[in-house]
């Protein structure tokens, strides 16, 4: 019980970011970040914030509402019917409209935004940028969905892309979608046996893929990489389309190989017409990252996904066309799919496309390109930003970045130390958002674009409209009131833009999501959370990580983020490892800011020391950890997510299991032999 009082202390008193008016009306912002302690009288606000009441009206008056936000989207035919909900959990989104997402996000901006940039490359790997016009873009996609046609690609067939991050990759993903062809992205760093799996999911007929990609100046090639799986692959493709960077030499497989830049050539101005597709028809396949098992093929409309996008680029991001927008996600993630390609393209912005790391040629390269690109909404990740920490912390400041309306970070816990350390620094709004790839847009954030109300350090806000998100009783199923700990779960349906289904196992889609909740046919998001007394979420860390000691269940995030409060630690990890007298014990893997300082062993002693009294300080001494290790790296998959799961089972002696979507195994030998 202490330990609970405590923790809502500590969320109360979460710093709250205060943003004037003015950010809602589009005008330069004053941030005024106070120390303001929430007030009790704030604790006893009677009525419901803008976010909340949009919140209510999405959940209480569905039709009214999606049919409202369905006006964002080009549809050829209209929708009879705003939600068919007669087959629970499966939901299909306006009925019987047709419509295109290529469509929505290219030609329909042609007629008032032709010239203007619609897709900018910078890669700092290469030293190469291009602008794309709106226009430019049309021709690029037509081109690319008429070689694709010209190989038999039709309406429903898969095509995969293996991409680094060039342009040729948006073009494909458009021009599957002209097509009516499903994409399967597949990023860019996973190996063959990765890739081989992916390939036998989706069996495509195409697979679209480049000589090389380039991280950090080192060239990856990936043309050996898709022979390999294609050679591992049951259902391999008939064709592969090359984009030939020129990095790596290769033989094209004779029949089989199709090279881009001649076909370009052959298809220059051709016109593919469109495929207007029925709303629930799939748009493309897209796997979750693997932290916690085996990676889930996530299914998605077109319509739904189309709307979700559209209302989001406004309500959630809090833009306009003709704005700019940089998201430093990779395509092969969710977060690429929704906000690097067809939501600013959809909302009709202009989008960043960058090659490259957060700290190469210097940790001032995405706030250089801010100025340089005017850039009015970013879009990262926990992770980037946490990098960035053991940076110069002079280089948030160098650049012009008041055309940056604010910060959005997800994927991963945005601590509050993290949250406070960018937030200084950048000096614009950090907005943490909540969701998953199964999701597909924000479940949890704040929403500049509805009211600007002030967001609490370490909360990602309130739940987004459309997503009826509650607090569970994982044993029973009942509903959890304020401050208490349960697994955040959804009454379905789920709302547009969500996973409509797991790609060919409607089953496994019934069975790993709604089936984990007691009594209650609920989509459960596997993770745990609370919400405090105003109705901000706070997520704890995944159900799995719970830990058990002595009785009292902690998130992992709880103590990490205590953790991450040392000044001298960049980021932490902490598991629970079985004890015989405890249940479980925390230990904690600590990488430092500047591991240089500590280079005695008494210093990192006394340093373990002054972190252990920390958690003591902020959560109580049940928490503390049993051991706090240093480590220059966390074993993380390679979307920047720790896998705990692999440093529990190391720890305890046993097999961490798949690793297929580690990003560097080396970071789990160091926590193996910091033991
Ligand atoms: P898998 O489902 O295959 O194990 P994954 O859950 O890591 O992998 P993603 O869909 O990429 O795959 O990640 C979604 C998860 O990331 C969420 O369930 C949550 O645990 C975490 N997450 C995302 N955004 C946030 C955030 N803002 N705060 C806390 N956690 C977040
Ligand atoms: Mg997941």
Redesign the pocket.
Do not use: C, H, M
């Given at each position: 019980m202490k330990l609970l009082q405590m923790i809502e202390k500590k969320q109360r008193n979460s710093r709250v970011v205060a943003r004037s008016e003015s950010l809602v009306q589009g005008l330069p912002v004053t941030i005024l970040v106070q120390k303001a302690i929430f007030a009790k009288k704030a604790l006893e606000r009677p009525t419901m914030n803008p976010i909340q009441a949009t919140h209510q009206r999405s959940i209480q008056q569905k039709d009214a509402f999606w049919r409202e936000e369905a006006a964002g989207v080009h549809w050829e035919t209209p929708f009879t019917e705003v939600l068919d909900y007669s087959n629970p959990p499966f939901a299909r989104w306006f009925v019987g409209g047709r419509t295109n997402l290529c469509f929505n996000a290219v030609d329909r901006w042609l007629d008032t935004q032709a010239d203007d940039p619609a897709l900018v490359w910078v890669s700092t790997e290469v030293e190469q940028e291009v602008t794309y016009s709106r226009r430019d873009l049309y021709r690029e996609v037509n081109a690319v969905a008429a070689m694709l046609q010209a190989q038999g690609v039709v309406r429903g067939d898969r095509v995969l892309i293996y991409m680094p991050m060039v342009p040729e990759a948006v073009f494909a993903m458009l021009a599957c979608a002209r097509l009516g062809a499903i994409h399967s992205v597949v990023f860019g760093g996973f190996a063959s046996v990765n890739l081989a799996q992916r390939i036998d999911d989706a069996s495509p007929k195409v697979i679209v893929c480049a000589d090389a990609g380039s991280r950090g100046g080192k060239v990856t090639p990936y043309k050996p990489l898709l022979d390999k799986a294609i050679a591992l692959a049951q259902r391999p493709p008939a064709k592969v389309l090359v984009v030939n960077r020129g990095l790596f030499a290769f033989e094209p497989v004779a029949g089989r190989d199709l090279d881009y830049a001649s076909l370009r050539h052959q298809y220059e101005g051709a016109v593919v017409p469109v495929t207007w597709l029925e709303s629930s028809e799939p748009s493309y396949v897209l796997y979750?990252?693997?932290?916690?098992?085996k990676?889930?093929g996530v299914q998605r409309d077109t319509g739904g996904y189309a709307v979700a996008l559209a209302s989001s680029m406004q309500r959630i991001f809090n833009g306009k066309p003709g704005d700019t927008y940089l998201c430093t996600s990779d395509i092969g993630?969710?977060v690429g799919h929704s906000y690097i390609v067809y939501g600013p393209l959809i909302g009709g912005q202009t989008t960043i496309l960058y090659e490259g790391t957060p700290v190469r040629p210097d940790g001032g390269i995405l706030w250089s390109l801010v100025e340089r690109f005017k850039v009015n909404t970013m879009f990262s990740a926990p992770t980037a930003i946490r990098v960035l920490k053991k940076h110069d912390e002079s280089l948030l400041k160098k650049y012009d970045l008041s055309t940056l309306r604010a910060l959005y970070?997800?994927?991963?816990?945005?601590d509050e130390p993290t949250a406070q350390w960018i937030s200084d620094g950048l000096g614009r709004p950090i907005i943490?958002?909540?969701?998953?790839?199964?999701t597909g847009w924000p479940i949890l954030a704040a929403q500049p674009g509805i009211a600007n109300v002030p967001t609490k350090f370490g909360s990602?806000s309130f739940p987004v409209y459309g997503f009826d998100v509650r607090v569970l009783n994982e044993e029973t199923g009942a509903d959890l009131g304020p401050n208490q700990k349960g697994v955040v779960a959804i009454v379905p349906p789920l709302p547009p833009g969500a996973m409509t289904t797991i790609w060919g196992d409607d089953a496994r889609f019934v069975e790993t999501y709604f089936s984990s909740v007691p009594g209650r046919q609920v989509y459960s998001?596997?993770?745990w959370g609370s919400k405090d007394d105003d109705g901000y979420w706070f997520?704890l860390g995944?159900t799995d990580d719970v830990i058990n000691v002595a009785g009292h269940r902690l998130g992992t995030r709880e103590i990490e983020e205590s953790i991450n409060c040392h000044a001298a630690v960049a980021e932490s990890a902490v598991v629970g490892i079985a004890d015989q007298l405890k249940g479980q014990v925390a230990v904690g893997f600590a990488v430092l800011k500047d591991a240089g300082l500590f280079s005695q062993s008494e210093q990192l002693l006394k340093l373990e020391g002054d972190i252990m009294r920390l958690v003591d300080e902020q959560l109580g001494p049940v928490a503390r950890p049993a051991r706090v290790r240093f480590v220059t790296a966390l074993p993380k998959?390679r979307?920047g997510?720790v896998l705990r799961r692999a440093i529990v089972a190391v720890c305890e002696g046993r097999d961490p299991g798949d690793l297929t979507t580690i990003e560097d195994p080396s970071a789990l030998e160091q926590i193996k032999d910091s033991l």
């Open positions: 979750t990252s693997g932290t916690t098992g990676p889930k993630w969710v970070l997800a994927g991963e816990p945005l943490d958002n909540y969701w998953q790839t199964e990602p998001t596997f993770d997520i995944r998959t979307s997510k």
